[in-house]
């Protein structure tokens, strides 16, 4: 079934403990396998605007054992969509119809997590370009009905602001 984009976008001060939480479950899951849980995306700044879907990173010792867990993960109302299209990760989408979760797993050395990590942690010391992004992406919910409109729509923007950001940590 496809998900219907909710139209506009959101600010919320529970996304912090909605990570909380899952990050607690995941962990009675995959238990040792999980190194750490990170909050990234939208959500995780506070005061950006945001669809309101936690993406979560679980960072994991070994990649390929994360596979071992499809069963349950679907057995618990999981969507289990492999790579979707970047080696090296599995991601697990919760909630079908009202998604709250998109988690990604990455192994400890793959360089997605540094690039993740880097944009969230700019976005957090920039407020005016929290400002911008939120602008941006507002207008962008109001011109397109789903997610697979919206995200093409806004990938040139923050490749520019991820630009901005990894020059900002080299920096620093």
Not at 116 to 142: G, M, W
Request: with cysteine; hydrophobic share 35%.
């Amino acid at each position: 079934m496809k998900q219907k984009f909710k139209k506009g976008v959101y600010r919320s001060e529970n996304w912090s403990q909605m990570f909380q939480n899952e990050a607690e479950f995941l962990k009675t899951i995959f238990g040792e396998e999980i190194i750490k849980c990170e909050h990234f995306g939208s959500t995780s700044v506070r005061g950006m605007k945001a669809k309101p879907v936690i993406d979560m990173m679980c960072i994991v010792k070994n990649i390929e054992k994360v596979d071992i867990f499809n069963n349950q993960m679907e057995s618990l109302g999981y969507d289990v969509a492999g790579d979707w299209g970047i080696p090296g990760r599995r991601l697990f989408r919760k909630g079908e119809v009202n998604r709250t979760h998109h988690i990604h797993f990455y192994q400890f050395d793959n360089p997605e997590i540094e690039r993740h990590l880097i944009f969230r942690d700019y976005l957090r010391c920039h407020p005016k370009e929290v400002d911008n992004y939120s602008r941006f992406k507002e207008t962008l919910a109001q011109q397109y009905d789903t997610t697979r409109e919206y995200s093409p729509a806004k990938r040139k923007f923050v490749s520019e602001m991820e630009q901005k950001a990894l020059r900002w940590f080299s920096e620093s």
